[in-house]
């Protein structure tokens, strides 16, 4: 199971809309910026919530980067996935009932919470109360389990969107978590440009 990373990136000069309020670009003109990126989980996930949450920040003038549409044969997972976190100003988690079973997702929720990036959870057909690290101990060491611990008690302790697939609109929680998206990614800048 490999995790999906969105990379913001200025795509045009437009506004962006979010509940019928204009807001600046969320990036200054300048091409140095770095980008900002959100963090997505896993194979369960990545046919439904990640591409529809990927094309909905598209339509609003941001370029999210996914690993399944942006990498290219031959380039580095980790490389690619820890810049784009390390990067970033806002990360977004989709936890599933496989998500604790993954030591990549694991792996980018610790560097997210480690690096103290504003995190937007989306809780994908499980409760929070439910995620714990399924990895063998075999698979990793004693200190990487207290270290995906700790930053899953992180994610269960930070406000996020919940979605039970036999009950709820797909669509509704892609629109709702892009417009939480937007927000937290505004608030960012103007923090910065009160600094």
């Not at 560097?111 to 995190?119: A, V, Y």
């Amino acid at each position: 199971m490999i995790s999906r990373v969105f990379d913001f990136m200025k795509k045009s000069k437009s506004s962006i809309q979010l509940n019928n309020t204009s807001f600046l670009d969320l990036l200054p003109s300048s091409s140095s910026t770095k980008p900002k990126a959100l963090n997505d989980v896993g194979s369960d996930t990545k046919r439904n919530i990640a591409t529809l949450l990927y094309d909905n920040l598209n339509a609003r003038n941001l370029r999210p980067f996914l690993d399944i549409k942006n990498m290219k044969p031959g380039d580095k997972l980790f490389d690619h996935i820890n810049r784009a976190i390390l990067t970033s100003k806002v990360a977004v988690t989709v936890f599933s009932p496989n998500y604790c079973d993954s030591y990549f997702c694991l792996h980018e929720l610790a560097l997210i919470m480690e690096s103290k990036k504003r995190i937007i959870p989306i809780f994908f057909d499980i409760n929070p109360s439910q995620l714990d690290v399924m990895i063998e101990k075999v698979t990793c060491s004693d200190n990487e389990i207290q270290r995906f611990r700790w930053a899953l008690q992180e994610a269960k302790d930070t406000v996020g969107l919940t979605f039970d697939s036999c009950k709820g609109n797909l669509s509704e929680v892609v629109t709702i978590a892009s417009d939480v998206i937007v927000e937290r990614l505004v608030e960012l800048e103007a923090n910065d440009e009160d600094v």
